[in-house]
C-alpha cells in the first residue's frame, strides 16, 4: 500500500511539474531564452525607442523618423571577425533580393553598431564597403548617447559582453520592425532568403 500510495504521489508530481513547464515555455515552445524572446516579440511587439543615431556618412538621424516603412535591423561591431561579417554578407543579399520595396522606400536596412566610441562614420563606412554594400537602402550607424544604446539593446533584446580580446560576445539575429515602430519579429541569422520572403509577404498584406 504504501508503495502505491508512493506511485500516485510521484505521478501527481509529475503531472503538476509537467504543468508548471509547459505554462514556463509557452506549451513548450519555449526551451531557451532566445526562443523565449521570439515569441515574446511574436505575440507581444515591442515600441522601437526613439534614439539618436549618427550614420556612416556623418548624419544625424531619429529612429523614429524611419517610421512608415519595413526596418531590418542587425546589431553589429565592426571589428568583429565572425558573425558580423556573416550578417554584412546577409545584408547584402537582402539588398539584392529585396531591391524592389528598397527603391519604392518601403524598406531599409539598418546595421547598429553597439560599439560606438570606436565605430565612427569612417569605421561604418568600411564595413558597409567591406560587406559590398550596393549604397541605397542600407545604413550603418551608432547610437549617440551611451544610455540610448542601453535602451536599445534591452528593448531588441540584444546580449553584448566585453571579452577579454577587446571584442564583444553577442547574440546575432535579424529583427523586423513595422511601420508603426514596433519589433514584430525576430528572425535567424543565417537565413536571408526566409527573411526576404516573410517581408515580401508583409508587403502583400
Same mark, same amino acid.
Given at each position: 500500500?504504501?508503495?502505491?500510495?508512493?506511485?500516485?504521489?510521484?505521478?501527481?508530481?509529475? /503531472?503538476?511539474?509537467?504543468?508548471?513547464?509547459?505554462?514556463?515555455?509557452?506549451?513548450?515552445?519555449?526551451?531557451?531564452?532566445?526562443?523565449?524572446?521570439?515569441?515574446?516579440?511574436?505575440?507581444?511587439?515591442?515600441?522601437?525607442?526613439? /534614439?539618436?543615431?549618427?550614420?556612416?556618412?556623418?548624419?544625424?538621424?531619429?529612429?523614429?523618423?524611419?517610421?512608415? %516603412?519595413? !526596418?531590418?535591423?542587425?546589431?553589429?561591431?565592426?571589428?568583429?571577425?565572425?558573425?558580423?561579417?556573416?550578417?554584412?554578407?546577409?545584408?547584402? %543579399? !537582402?539588398?539584392?533580393?529585396?531591391?524592389?520595396?528598397?527603391?519604392?522606400?518601403? /524598406?531599409?536596412?539598418?546595421?547598429?553598431?553597439?560599439?560606438?566610441?570606436?565605430?565612427?562614420? %569612417?569605421?561604418?563606412?568600411?564595413?558597409?564597403?567591406?560587406?559590398?554594400?550596393?549604397?541605397?537602402?542600407?545604413?550603418?550607424?551608432?547610437?549617440?548617447?551611451?544610455?540610448?544604446?542601453?535602451? !536599445?539593446?534591452?528593448?531588441?533584446?540584444?546580449?553584448? *559582453?566585453? &571579452?577579454?580580446?577587446?571584442?564583444?560576445?553577442?547574440?546575432?539575429?535579424?529583427?523586423?520592425?513595422?511601420?508603426?515602430?514596433?519589433? /514584430?519579429? *525576430?528572425?535567424?541569422? &543565417?537565413?536571408?532568403? %526566409?527573411?526576404?520572403?516573410?517581408?515580401?509577404?508583409?508587403?502583400?498584406?
Amino acid at each position: 500500500m504504501w508503495t502505491l500510495r508512493t506511485l500516485v504521489a510521484s505521478a501527481v508530481i509529475a /503531472v503538476a511539474g509537467i504543468s508548471v513547464l509547459a505554462t514556463a515555455t509557452d506549451h513548450f515552445q519555449a526551451f531557451t531564452t532566445e526562443t523565449a524572446r521570439r515569441l515574446a516579440v511574436l505575440a507581444h511587439p515591442v515600441a522601437v525607442p526613439a /534614439v539618436m543615431l549618427e550614420t556612416q556618412t556623418g548624419e544625424l538621424i531619429n529612429l523614429a523618423d524611419l517610421r512608415g %516603412r519595413w !526596418l531590418v535591423i542587425d546589431f553589429i561591431y565592426t571589428r568583429c571577425a565572425s558573425l558580423c561579417v556573416a550578417l554584412g554578407s546577409e545584408f547584402a %543579399r !537582402l539588398q539584392d533580393q529585396l531591391a524592389e520595396p528598397i527603391a519604392l522606400d518601403r /524598406v531599409m536596412l539598418l546595421s547598429i553598431s553597439f560599439d560606438p566610441s570606436y565605430d565612427e562614420p %569612417r569605421e561604418l563606412a568600411a564595413y558597409l564597403q567591406r560587406s559590398q554594400s550596393r549604397g541605397a537602402g542600407w545604413l550603418a550607424a551608432r547610437p549617440t548617447d551611451a544610455a540610448e544604446l542601453r535602451q !536599445l539593446t534591452q528593448r531588441f533584446g540584444v546580449t553584448v *559582453i566585453p &571579452d577579454e580580446y577587446g571584442g564583444y560576445t553577442h547574440n546575432a539575429a535579424i529583427h523586423v520592425v513595422d511601420p508603426q515602430g514596433r519589433l /514584430v519579429e *525576430i528572425l535567424d541569422q &543565417d537565413e536571408p532568403e %526566409r527573411v526576404a520572403l516573410i517581408l515580401r509577404r508583409k508587403l502583400a498584406r
